[in-house]
């Protein structure tokens, strides 16, 4: 439960962690540089586990070309102030009165930075570049989500009072956090990150968990609301009997039954009696017994007239497996489906006349005693007949090319194939081979769908199979990374594979023959988040479709 002590202010500082253009946007745990920061918070707790902290800082942001290998030769560097206001929802894993405490946040702020880039060293080759970031300015407002973990740490007994650490990144929406955008890397936004020491100071009274006026340093049972008599213990039914030492702790009884009503005065307390209201016996479970029948009465269909267990407690005279109460024959042994009575069968079917739908002419029962048809007359019964309308030979259905698949299962009913194709032939390995190599070398111009000139190669084997194979149809996926926008992309992967089988009709290739879809950034085969991976899922996929 919520402490009284729900509001804290504390402060907050360490290092700033710079990831962004300067650094390839690469992300590691504790950056390329490190700078300061500090700030001032104030937390609210909304239950023992969740809280939302606000949040004013600043720190101080740097890097250099210098500091990375692969674009030390760059020669741009910079430095940031940045104030940031921001909340934070957060997760005590624990709960927050613990001695140590780990927990998770997530929010979401205002970003205000002060960018100082420097591209005095800059490489002649991004002078357009570098004048279109210095044309954006160093002033610049984004939002900011911080993301991360902590740890607090409880000093002093019966005191919140924490210090603890914490790390976090915090993405931005801008990439201009560096003042650098063109003439680095453009495509992604840059990244803030802290490590430091957070200290907290609770405001308000002593603790009381349960909230029922007694602190917990007094109350021996704190996170449950009491009373006084009990030292902050609850007497939930008011008995005078604490819930501890209550064995019916929400029903007031008596202390001679440990606290537990007997409602009917059968002897058998309420918890354990299934008719607390109607007085019984023990051996029923506290419920009454009126026939003597061992059933009790709420179980018993004839609670006035000793009977049988397995016929719910009525009699069965003459032991037909229907009691005298719905038997119509109840000193005649019969058939339960005659209602306790004989029933004769004309036909000797085993179907009794009453159930027979032709009782003179003997058939299966799954028919209602009747014979069964072969619609086709192709001597299988529509009962066991795949298609009971059409003669054939394969479970009752035609199989024209004799491959062994139905027409009705067959995509290709007159060409001849295999199980594992549906029907239609195999896809020979080398078209396998040409298809898979065309996931790699079919490439376009950036941000376009017009083909390079290296796809080519690739795509005039695809045309040679096609017209050495014309039973073969084909399907061209396009796919994109995550970078930029996803209708974007998706409109991008349309054009793309449709700029395929436009090449292919051009090579001579029914157009009939081929269908195109995108499937924009919704299907990839690497992680976006690194280069490699980002390349791999720029690709085109062919596939043969029958």
Not at 229 to 237: A, E, H, I, Q, V
Not at 479 to 485: A, Q
Request: charge should be negative.
């Amino acid at each position: 439960m919520l402490s009284a002590q729900d509001w804290e202010i504390g402060a907050q500082g360490g290092y700033s962690l710079y990831h962004g253009d300067v650094t390839n946007n690469e992300i590691s745990f504790l950056g390329d540089t490190r700078d300061g920061f500090g700030g001032l918070f104030l937390r609210r707790y909304f239950a023992d586990a969740l809280g939302v902290r606000l949040n004013a800082s600043l720190a101080e942001y740097s890097g250099d070309d210098r500091n990375n290998p692969d674009i030390s030769s760059r020669g741009i560097s910079f430095n940031t102030d940045a104030f940031e206001l921001s909340a934070q929802l957060e997760y005590h894993v624990l709960g927050r009165e613990k001695k140590f405490t780990p927990y998770v946040f997530a929010g979401l702020g205002l970003l205000s930075a002060d960018a100082n880039p420097n591209f005095q060293n800059a490489i002649s080759t991004l002078r357009n570049s570098i004048n279109e970031d210095r044309a954006l300015g160093s002033q610049n407002t984004g939002l900011v989500i911080p993301l991360g973990v902590g740890l607090n740490f409880h000093p002093i007994e019966d005191n919140l009072t924490s210090i603890g650490v914490e790390y976090s990144l915090r993405p931005t929406s801008s990439d201009l956090l560096d003042g650098i955008s063109n003439s680095a890397d453009p495509d992604n936004n840059d990244f803030g990150g802290t490590l430091g020491l957070v200290v907290g100071f609770p405001i308000g009274k002593a603790i009381d968990t349960d909230g029922d006026g007694i602190s917990d340093k007094k109350d021996e049972c704190p996170n449950t609301f009491g009373i006084k008599l009990f030292n902050g213990c609850p007497d939930s039914d008011s008995d005078g009997i604490v819930d501890s030492a209550d064995n019916c702790p929400n029903a007031a009884g008596t202390s001679e039954n440990m606290g537990c009503p007997d409602s009917d005065g059968d002897g058998v307390l309420d918890k354990d009696d299934n008719c607390p209201n109607i007085a019984g016996l023990a051996d029923m479970s506290g419920c009454p017994d009126a026939d003597g029948d061992g059933i009790k009465d709420s179980d018993d269909d004839c609670p006035n007239t000793k009977g049988r267990r397995n016929m719910a407690g009525c009699p069965d005279t003459d032991r037909d497996g229907v009691p005298d109460k719905d038997d119509d024959c109840p000193t005649e042994k019969g058939l339960k489906t005659n209602r306790g009575c004989p029933n004769p069968d004309t036909d000797g079917d085993g179907i009794v006349d009453l159930e027979d739908k032709c009782p003179t002419e003997a058939g299966p029962a799954d028919n209602d005693g009747c014979p069964n048809p072969d619609s086709d007359g192709d001597g299988i019964a529509d009962k066991d007949d795949s298609c009971p309308n059409v003669a054939g030979t394969l479970r009752g259905c035609p199989d024209t090319d004799k491959d062994g698949i139905a027409d009705k299962d067959d995509r290709c009913p007159t060409k001849g194939g295999n199980i594992d194709a549906n029907g239609c032939p195999k896809v020979d390995a080398k078209t396998l081979e040409v298809f898979s190599r065309a996931m790699n070398d079919v490439r376009f111009e950036t941000n376009s769908n017009r083909l390079k000139q290296s796809s080519q190669a690739v795509l005039n084997e695809v045309a040679d199979i096609m017209r050495a194979t014309p039973e073969y149809n084909v399907r061209i996926s396009g796919h994109t990374d995550s970078v930029g926008n996803d209708d974007s992309n998706q409109r991008l992967s349309e054009r793309r594979s449709a700029a395929v089988v436009k090449y292919l009709v051009d090579k001579g290739i029914s157009q009939t023959r081929l269908s195109s879809v995108g499937f924009g950034e919704t299907s990839p085969i690497a992680d976006n988040n690194t280069a490699e991976g980002r390349r791999l899922n720029r690709r085109v996929e062919l596939r043969v479709v029958n």
